[in-house]
């Protein structure tokens, strides 16, 4: 079993930046895919970025390639997702993932374990 805890979120304006951190319990963590992804109450959940388990493959949404990044620090059992130029519809609750088999993918069913969520809000 894993525990994915998520910190980081907040209230910035408009072109600001924030980073979230995703810490994740167990032993296995450098072998998982991990991922963020994203959702309104009602609305269905949306991939934002992922990162296989060694860190070589990074897949970005459209909506935030060029202004997020995510990474990893397999020594600290954490994947982190910086966000720069922020802009109000990127308000949203954000969600770390966890996927067994490392592959980094883009559908939100392919990942077994989810965080519960932390809250971004973009002012304009």
């Known amino acids: 079993q894993v525990q994915l805890v998520e910190s980081g979120g907040g209230l910035v304006q408009a072109g600001g930046s924030l980073r979230l951190s995703c810490a994740a319990s167990g032993r296995s963590f450098s072998s998982y895919a991990m991922g963020w992804f994203r959702q309104t109450p009602g609305k269905e959940r949306e991939f934002v970025a992922t990162?296989?388990?060694?860190?070589?493959?990074?897949y970005y949404a459209d909506s935030v390639k060029g202004r997020f990044t995510i990474s990893r620090d397999n020594a600290k059992n954490t994947v982190y997702l910086q966000m720069n130029s922020l802009k109000p519809e990127d308000t949203d609750v954000y969600y770390c993932a966890a996927k067994i088999y490392g592959t980094a993918t883009m559908p939100w069913d392919d990942y077994n374990y989810w965080g519960q969520g932390t809250q971004v809000t973009v002012s304009s």
């Open positions: 990162i296989s388990w060694s860190g070589d493959s990074r």
